[in-house]
């Protein structure tokens, strides 16, 4: 028979688990309506959000460089990304990509320093122009998030991504 304290306990993972959800599916809104600047004020000043890259070895399913990335960037080279973008010299998204993400398998936990873990699993569906052609991207997230009020800032974002060689010439678009 569970205890009121194992029911609270559960309520509660229960509750953080919807909040952070939440906030990872109005990012993903953001992201996809191409408001890239409300989307920057959900980043923290000290943010590391990379991506590294995955190496191929037999017998062995994930594994990940430790010093090379698809992208690695903090604060200021997000911040200069979303302003080239808003500019007349984002060539690659010149017209605009159409993207639509889905967020799944969430699972968030506190940590002791107050903070909260989560990791997701994103399908980035990723077009451009008049074209029929189109790329899909798959990974896993974990997310760093500190709470602010009733939401989070993001404060550190690793993404995995499933493909050894992406589809796609190019990242443009945050994941």
């Known amino acids: 028979m569970a205890t009121n304290t194992t029911r609270e306990s559960e309520l509660e993972q229960l509750l953080l688990e919807r909040r952070v959800e939440q906030f990872l599916y109005d990012e993903a809104s953001l992201l996809d309506q191409r408001d890239q600047k409300e989307w920057l004020a959900l980043l923290a000043e000290d943010v590391e959000y990379k991506a590294p890259l ?3 070895r037999e017998h062995v399913n994930d594994s990940f460089s430790r010093s090379s990335y ?3 960037e903090d604060y200021g080279s997000l911040q200069a990304r979303v302003q080239r973008f808003e500019s007349e ?3 690659s998204e010149r017209p605009p ?8 398998n969430v699972r968030a ?3 002791d320093d107050g903070t909260v873990e989560a990791e997701s699993y994103l399908l980035l569906y990723y077009g451009q122009g008049d074209s029929a052609s189109h ?3 798959a990974g896993r997230r974990e997310d760093v998030l500190r709470p602010d009020g009733e939401t989070f ?3 550190k974002r690793h993404v995995f991504l499933d493909h050894a060689v992406p589809p796609i010439d190019k990242i ?3 994941l």
Do not use: H, N, P, Q
């Open 54 to 56: 995955r190496i191929t």
């Open 89 to 91: 010299y984002a060539w």
């Open 70 to 72: 698809y992208f690695d």
């Open 135 to 137: 790329t899909f991207l």
């Open 97 to 104: 990509s159409r993207t639509r993400r889905f967020v799944t």
């Open 153 to 155: 800032t993001i404060a």
């Open 109 to 111: 936990s506190e940590r």
């Open 172 to 174: 443009s678009v945050f």
